[in-house]
């Protein structure tokens, strides 16, 4: 199918377990971007990738970890699940618009993530 | 912090009125996007409005920019309860370059039938 799929939908953890939501987009665009959304806060951007190995630190990066071997791939790892990382997480994709800076996003579905 | 305020935080209206929702951002922009959000799903793209534009159409939606008041409007026109949604504003900043978008916290609208 095309488009982009994050997975698993809905995930429960413990406190200090490794947790990785993996996200996957079938367009090749060059961009990719996890976001987390919580109640109060709206989207903050975690991490972001321009392309293949390079990735770059949003608003929020602490207690995360990003690899971008492959285009198409862009996993988020949670390295000791904390309370505070309890959100809905969304990866995005785009490519670069006519203009400087046009990027329209494509959003996944969303990764629901409990931290007990 | 967050670039896009949008205002109300969250507004109900009959069917068939129209709904109209404010974004204030900080920093200067090189564009403006409109998003969407259904109840547990990701966000879809609405419409985009550069820095040079000040109106913006596409079908029922009428988005303006003002860049002198870092504001922008969204109007839906002749809503139906399939409009019922959270609506974000999202900012790309005059940096330009891969580091995605600033989103604000959103305005939930419900139709009322």
């Known amino acids: 199918d095309a488009g982009i799929t994050q997975s698993p939908r809905y995930k429960i953890t413990e406190t200090g377990r490794q947790v990785t939501l993996m996200c996957h987009q079938t367009?090749?665009?060059?961009?990719m971007f996890w976001y987390r959304q919580d109640l109060g806060h709206g989207l903050r951007l975690i991490y972001y990738?321009?392309?293949?190995?390079?990735?770059d630190k949003g608003e929020v990066p602490d207690g995360y970890v990003v690899s971008r071997s492959k285009t198409e791939n862009f996993p988020l790892t949670l390295e000791s699940a904390t309370r505070s990382q309890t959100s809905v997480y969304f990866c995005?994709?785009?490519?670069?618009?006519?203009?400087?800076?046009?990027?329209?996003?494509?959003f996944g579905a969303g990764s629901r993530l409990t931290v007990l | 912090s967050q670039q896009g305020e949008e205002d109300p935080q969250a507004l109900s209206i009959q069917e068939g009125e129209n709904a109209t929702m404010n974004c204030s951002y900080k920093?200067?922009?090189?564009?403006l996007q409109w998003y969407r959000q259904n109840s547990g799903r990701g966000l879809v793209h609405l419409i985009l409005?550069?820095?040079?534009?000040r109106e913006k159409h596409s079908g029922r939606l009428r988005v303006t920019l003002d860049t002198s008041k870092k504001s922008s409007s969204l109007l839906i026109t002749a809503s139906r309860a399939a409009d019922t949604a959270s609506y974000f504003c999202?900012?790309?900043?005059?940096?330009?370059?891969?580091?995605?978008?600033?989103f604000g916290k959103g305005t939930h609208l419900i139709i009322q039938p």
């Open positions: 367009w090749s665009h060059s961009y």
């Open positions: 409005i550069r820095s040079n534009e």
């Open positions: 920093t200067s922009i090189n564009n």
């Open positions: 999202a900012t790309a900043d005059s940096g330009g370059g891969a580091d995605g978008l600033t």
């Open positions: 990738s321009a392309a293949a190995d390079i990735t």
């Open positions: 995005a994709s785009s490519e670069p618009g006519t203009g400087f800076g046009a990027n329209v996003l494509t």
